[in-house]
């Protein structure tokens, strides 16, 4: 494995390889890097001749100071997890290397990013746009693996890719949880004791919701999400719970209205800010 800092490097590094006809697989991540971020790169090592894995903490996507400021970084551990996951490529640039002038894009994402996350955090697709398209340009690869974690990112993720006119598919992989069903995050070590306890509530929850579905409507399921989560206030507080189009991200009102359903939240648990999702129909 080498550790590549500098983006002409990276660019070298990649163009030489595509060269000799090889195939590219690239996993974006932010670092602090667990099981969830691991398994992407897994399917990536099947998947691909060479693997590369970019470690960035994307300030342009953080519309939260505190957020950004906190975020885990943990370079030595994530190096030595990406060696035995058979990472060929790490690529760990400074802030400086990445923007070394702000970048004013833009992104027509459409409706896609205005709901859910989108309305909840300004700015926030804008600069994951940003910060991915820069790594397709450099790297680019024939596949992309993304977490079905941040269910809604693939989706501007995939509009992205239509309107830049990038070549390449991306890979949706499944949610990896802890054995109590929390679905396994970076920020999770911010959880207190008391919040970590708590917090596989939300998977439980939402799993109870597909049997409680299937003789209630969307809107009882939701109430019935967000009651029986927010029944451990003040520890647990629903920021939002949407049942949506698994691929317009569009709020669905009843169950005939899609084949791809699925149920996306965000509670603060102990301060902390936690997404999960689960599918309905698939
Ligand atoms: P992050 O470092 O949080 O930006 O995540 C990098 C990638 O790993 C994103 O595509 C995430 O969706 C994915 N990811 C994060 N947590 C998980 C998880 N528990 N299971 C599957 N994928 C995940």
Redesign the pocket.
């Given at each position: 494995m080498i550790v590549i800092n500098k983006v002409n490097e990276l660019e070298k590094a990649v163009d030489a390889l595509k060269h000799e006809g090889k195939s590219i697989g690239l996993?974006?991540?932010?670092?602090?890097?667990?099981?969830?971020?691991l398994?992407?790169v897994e399917r990536c090592r099947k998947e691909n001749d060479v693997v590369v894995v970019s470690v960035f903490v994307n300030p342009t996507q953080f519309n939260n100071k505190e957020d950004l400021r906190t975020y885990p970084r943990t370079e030595e551990a994530d190096k030595k997890l990406l060696q035995c996951a058979g990472c060929d490529i790490v690529f760990m640039p400074t802030v400086e290397e990445i923007y070394p002038e702000p970048d004013n894009r833009i992104f027509n994402l459409g409706r896609v990013a205005e709901v859910m996350e989108g309305a909840m955090r300004p700015g926030h697709f804008n600069g994951v746009a940003q910060i991915v398209s820069k790594l397709f340009m450099m790297v680019k690869p024939d596949r992309a693996?993304?977490?079905?974690?941040?269910f809604q990112?693939?989706a501007v993720i995939r509009q992205m890719v239509k309107t830049e006119g990038f070549n390449l598919q991306i890979v949706p992989?499944?949610?990896?949880?802890e054995a109590d069903g929390l679905?396994?995050?970076?920020r999770n070590v911010r959880l207190s004791g008391e919040a970590r306890n708590a917090a596989p509530r939300i998977y439980r929850t939402l799993h109870e919701s597909i049997e409680f579905a299937k003789s209630h409507t969307v809107d009882e399921t939701i109430k019935f999400v967000t009651d029986t989560i927010n029944s451990q206030q003040p520890l647990m507080e629903v920021e939002y719970y949407q049942i949506v189009d698994g691929l317009s991200m569009m709020p669905v009102s009843s169950w005939d209205e899609s084949n791809y359903i699925v149920g996306c939240i965000t509670v603060y648990c102990g301060g902390v800010r936690l997404i999960d999702n689960i599918a309905y129909k698939k």
């Open positions: 996993v974006p991540t932010m670092g602090a890097l667990h099981e969830g971020h398994s992407l693996y993304f977490g079905e974690k941040d990112q693939i992989c499944p949610i990896v949880r679905a396994k995050s970076s």
